[in-house]
């Protein structure tokens, strides 16, 4: 008997017809002999639906009450998904995050797990049962509910999986499985078999959202392999994994992020100190930052840019503007028309000759660039947003990563 976690995310669950369907995947693995769990995610667009309303009513809304909001999507789904499998004669119960027992901080809308405790979840398995679980949520210390990030029933799949050492995790989404790019902006993006914990993470984190990152750092640090496929068809998807079971190539694939913003701090004073204070004071406000560039100084000052989530510009932008004030910079621009585009390999040998052909594609296109990072296994460039999506399929294009291209990956 095996224990398999089965994740489906929104679109896999959006009306009653799908949601049946993902019920009888979970009843065919039951039937055959093994133990399930399956996460599930809010149906369809349900939490973007929660947070438009929460807004309708006021601009910022508590942080602790929007969690308590935006759990609900996901409450419904796992009710329901309970009842479609009860409609197919096989004993199902659903569970709340808190009641499966995941822990987090108290981060609202970002919260981190921190533990969890299988206990109840060992205990419904054994009556011989369906567990369903929440996804996106857990409680914190004083039993507040706490959501994990968009995406986030992500980890809520892989946290589980670890915890119950299961012996197959399966992600079920709307597409066929990991791609060399997102495949609805670039036609002939390949399905990958297999690809590795870190590509993964950070294809992630350069805006495919395929796969949340927080879970992949999860999959890695516990060696969770897990199987991303699709909920519509028996297709094999894609296995994630350590490299060691991978052939190794220069560029395993091109993300797009669109939800970045950039935030620049004008004629900052240019002395030892100023940046620290600044990320100190963005990081106390629990912003992510993800890119970092300062300008070369002229006559004592310099222009530092940095992007962030759209949805933290508020803060990022409150916080940098009264900072400006206290180091006695010039003022504070802010700009939402930003696209980030990235390669990522884990084989990328040179960097310079990987910049080299991203930065040609990009100049042939008459792309502009405005800020560049680089990592160990991945070069991003941040460009005008309009952009965004030519620049991706150009830079797919180049590295031959497609389908129609010669190139053996
Ligand atoms: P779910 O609701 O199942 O969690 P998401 O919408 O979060 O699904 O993620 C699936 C989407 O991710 C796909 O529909 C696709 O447009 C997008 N995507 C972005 N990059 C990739 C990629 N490299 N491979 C596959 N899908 C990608
Ligand atoms: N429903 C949550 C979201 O939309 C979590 C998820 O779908 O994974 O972000
Ligand atoms: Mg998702």
Known sequence: ????????????????????????RAVHQFQAGNQVVVVMSAMGDRTDELIALANQIHPEPEPREMDMLMAVGEQMSVALMAIAIHAQDCRAISLTGAQAGIRTDSVFSKAK??????????????????????????????????????????????????ALKADRCEIFTDVDGIYTADPRIVPNARKLDRIDYDELLELASAGAKVMQSRAVEIAKRFGVPFHVRSSANESEGTLVTNI??????DIRGAALEMNEAKVTLCDVPDRPGVAAAIFVEITRANINVDMIVQNVSAQGATDLSFTVLKTDLPAA??????????????????????????????????HAGVAGKMFEALAKNKI??????????????????????????????????????????
Do not use: Y
């Not at 008997?1 to 959006?14: H, R």
């Not at 921190?114 to 109840?120: E, L, Y």
């Not at 060691?244 to 190539?249: F, L």
């Open 368 to 409: 502009n660039i405005r800020m560049i990072s680089t990592s160990e296994i991945k070069i991003s460039v941040v460009i005008d947003g309009g952009a965004g999506e030519q620049a991706l399929r150009a830079v797919h294009d180049a590295f031959g990563l497609g389908k129609d291209s010669g190139d053996k990956h």
């Open 1 to 24: 008997m095996a224990l398999i976690v089965q994740k489906f995310g929104g679109s896999s669950v959006a009306t009653p017809e799908k949601l049946k369907a993902a019920a009888r």
């Open 113 to 162: 797990i921190k533990t969890v405790d299988t206990t109840r979840l060992r205990g419904e398995l054994q009556k011989g049962q369906i567990v369903i679980v929440a996804g996106f949520q857990g409680v914190d210390e004083w039993d507040n509910i706490t959501t994990i990030g968009r995406g986030g029933s992500d980890p809520t799949a892989i946290a589980l999986a670890a």
């Open 317 to 350: 932008r409150r916080v940098s503007e009264e900072l400006a004030r206290k180091i006695g910079a010039g003022r504070v621009e802010v700009d939402e028309d930003i696209a980030k585009v990235s390669v990522v390999g884990i084989g990328m040998r040179s």
């Open 244 to 249: 060691q079971e991978i052939e190794q190539v």
